[in-house]
């Protein structure tokens, strides 16, 4: 399996053809229709990445973002948005969001790319992780 992902979007036809998407790719995924049902998802199986539109009713993406920061601080945020606006970006780059990919959609290679780059990222924080419990602690004070 190639990673997991949720997609998190209030226009279900977007959920339905990146879920395919993905999917045919070799991914496991989940989706939500707002940021609420998202971290519902979260709080019951963590993933990888969560792919997020902006502008959607209950919690907005950007507040799903914040979110995913402070609780989840090894899941990749990728944003899409049709709504594009400084303010939008800006607050993504803020939040650390991995990237903001414009809608519309008509080619999911950039989207394809940036969940793929969030992956390889991932996996080197894994592969320090695991190197870190092999070696042994070093001591901090000064001998005396």
């Known amino acids: 399996m190639a990673g997991s992902l949720l997609i998190v979007d209030d226009e279900k036809e977007i959920c339905e053809m990146l879920s395919r ?17 998202a971290l519902d998802l979260l709080a ?4 990888d990445v969560v792919i997020s539109d902006i502008m959607m009713p209950k919690m907005d993406g ?8 402070s609780q989840y601080p090894m899941t990749h945020v990728v944003m899409i948005t049709g709504y594009v606006t400084l303010e939008n970006a800006l607050a993504c780059m803020r939040l650390q969001a991995d990237t903001c990919v414009f809608k519309p959609l008509h080619d999911l290679t950039e989207l394809e790319s940036a969940v793929s780059d969030a992956l390889k990222a991932l996996d080197l924080w894994k592969h320090k992780f695991h ?4 070696m ?4 901090t004070g000064n001998a005396q």
Request: charged residues 25%; without cysteine.
């Open 62 to 69: 950007v507040s799903l973002l914040r979110e995913v920061r």
């Open 21 to 37: 998407n993905f999917r045919m790719l070799g991914y496991s995924v989940k989706t939500a229709s707002n940021g609420i049902e």
């Open 44 to 47: 019951k199986a963590p993933v």
């Open 136 to 139: 042994k602690p070093q001591s």
């Open 131 to 134: 190197e870190l419990q092999g």
